[in-house]
């Protein structure tokens, strides 16, 4: 994603780490919305503890 977003408490997204500095910045690929992450745990795609 090339464009800047808003992350809320409770989203869940999918970070892909950069190949410096990795454990301290990434790049984010998606970002599931709180309604989202319910669906896919529904689903059983996600398991949230």
Known sequence: MKR??????GD???VSP?????DKRGEV???YTRAQAVW???????TIS
Do not use: A, E, G
């Not at 896919?40 to 996600?46: A, G, M, N, S, Y």
């Open 18 to 22: 950069w190949n410096f500095q990795s």
């Open 4 to 9: 800047r977003m808003w992350i809320r408490q």
């Open 12 to 14: 869940i997204v999918l």
């Open 40 to 46: 896919l745990q529904d689903k059983r795609h996600l």
């Open 29 to 31: 690929i998606w970002r």
